[in-house]
């Protein structure tokens, strides 16, 4: 078992997929797709079940879950509200805004249970009446074998909030500021940046701190990792937005289209030195401002020996 790229992984198939108005404000990477809203949910949810058949015939372990309801438009991204860690460990957590508070169920917690090695549960999404919240693997990018947890100050990531998390499940907070060209700051820190085994996908140039931006590479590198540099149009093109994920063939780095055309030939060729790669097509799913790395809940959790099927 990887430390840092899980196996298994737990996607939301969309019901009423649409770029979420109430994001909007803070999320520059969302766009209008140019189709009905009939259309956009209907494209987005043939996306989805292709991105299922592609990760699970390069050997991911899928756990899919249907959504139901008609008002929870950003569901196609689960990594927002939970979280799981070595040790049977696993996180749920407060969302900035109040659609996506719909998000959370009972059910994927109860498949975690009854599938891996679960332990205990911290659940901080009773602190969203406080006004705290604390996106998940959207606003932390972790580092499980440096056990950092870069982030990059938003809405979506209350720093108070990030010290009891790292204080609890082992992590060292790394915290910076992070802008788009127009001096936005960058909603979600996985949009940013990508960490794997091996090597990190980053948007340096977006940091704000010079010395941060040193902090952050030599942080990384101190695993022995590679650093590739994004620019800030690889960024907007999504290509910060991938994540590692282990496979019987071993590693892939899971991305769109999208980031993968947006890649230079050196960066490719630096990636596949050490993994494959798998891209998704999702251009409709993108205009949420979300891409591959959004849709994709890692378990980072033990398997019970007697349940093998996936979900």
Known sequence: MSVQAPSSVVMIRPNRFRPNPETAADNRFQSLPDLDADAVATGAASE????????????VTVHVFQDEASDTPDSV????????HHGGHVAIYPMYAESRRRERRTDVIEML????RVAEITDYSGLEVDGLALEGT?????????RLAFVARSHRADPLLLERFCTRFGYEPILFDAVDETGTPIYHTNVLMAVGTHLAL???????????????RERLEESGRTVIALSAQQIADFAGNAIELATPSGLVLVLSSRALRCLTHDQKTAIEQTMRLVPLNLPIIESAGGSARCMIAGIHLARRATNKESH
């Open 138 to 146: 959207g606003a932390m990018v972790l580092d499980h074998i440096g």
């Open 113 to 116: 249970k009854r599938e891996y």
């Open 48 to 59: 989805f079940d292709t991105a299922v058949a592609d990760l699970r015939a390069a050997g």
């Open 202 to 216: 980053v948007g340096l140039d977006m940091v704000a701190d010079p010395e941060r931006r040193v902090t952050i």
């Open 77 to 84: 991204f689960p990594n927002n509200w939970f979280s799981t």
